[in-house]
């Protein structure tokens, strides 16, 4: 379980033992409810990462909402985007493996994380994570109800594929942005996955055979 998890969940319980011991247990049942509700939301359950050649694992559970074209920032990337909902598992993991080597939290609204809109405009962090022959870039998008994203890592870190790297509390969305000619998709709308374990799609196995080509010619010369 998220440490956060203990924080509202003790919390409520002790409110709960309070209100049952000043007035009557019965009217304790919503505080009880509420500290099951918090403790179940922030489970971090294991997960079994697939240590598949080229593979781009989804970095969060839920819905997958969208697989389309976009333009970031004047440029054409491919759009994965994930829906979580309260009653997905919140937590957050690495794509690939490779070193953090940007971050960028921008405020924002709190739109439905469900809207297109809230790509751009709701509140979210922007991380990049590079290795040798490509990088992946993802985006931790506050929801309707989220006021918190979390990320542990640091800009230059190491990180392993499925490794877990933040938490968005409560309903959100991540976007998983990759160049459009370096990876194909194995996901389509509708489907749902679970951060860590289910592969969204592959790097082009050209595109890493000829940056590692041109890499050996370099050292050559």
Not at 124 to 130: A, G
Request: aromatic share 10%; net charge positive.
């Amino acid at each position: 379980m998220v440490r956060d998890g203990y924080y509202y969940g003790l919390g409520f319980i002790v409110a709960a033992l309070a209100v049952a011991w000043l007035t009557r247990p019965a009217w304790s049942l919503p505080l009880w409810l509420l500290a099951a509700f918090f403790l179940w939301f922030f489970r971090d359950p294991e997960r079994d990462v697939p240590h598949t050649a080229c593979a781009i694992l989804s970095p969060a559970d839920g819905k997958v909402t969208e697989v389309a074209e976009a333009q970031i920032d004047g440029a054409p990337v491919l759009r994965i985007s994930i829906f979580l909902s309260v009653f997905d598992v919140h937590v957050n993991r690495s794509p690939i493996s490779g070193i953090i080597s940007d971050v960028r939290y921008a405020e924002g609204k709190f739109l439905n994380a469900m809207n297109a809109e809230s790509a751009a405009c709701n509140e979210q962090n922007i991380v990049t994570v590079r290795r040798e022959s490509h990088s992946v870039v993802f985006k931790q998008i506050a929801g309707l109800l989220a006021r918190r994203i979390v990320f542990t890592k640091k800009i230059g870190e190491q990180v392993a594929a499925g490794e877990r790297v933040g938490l968005i509390k409560f309903g959100s969305r991540v976007d998983v942005l990759l160049n459009p000619g370096d990876a194909s998709v194995r996901v389509k709308p509708g489907d749902r996955v679970k951060g860590g374990s289910s592969i969204l799609g592959y790097f082009n196995a050209e595109t890493i055979s000829s940056v590692a080509t041109t890499r050996e010619a370099v050292k050559v010369q």
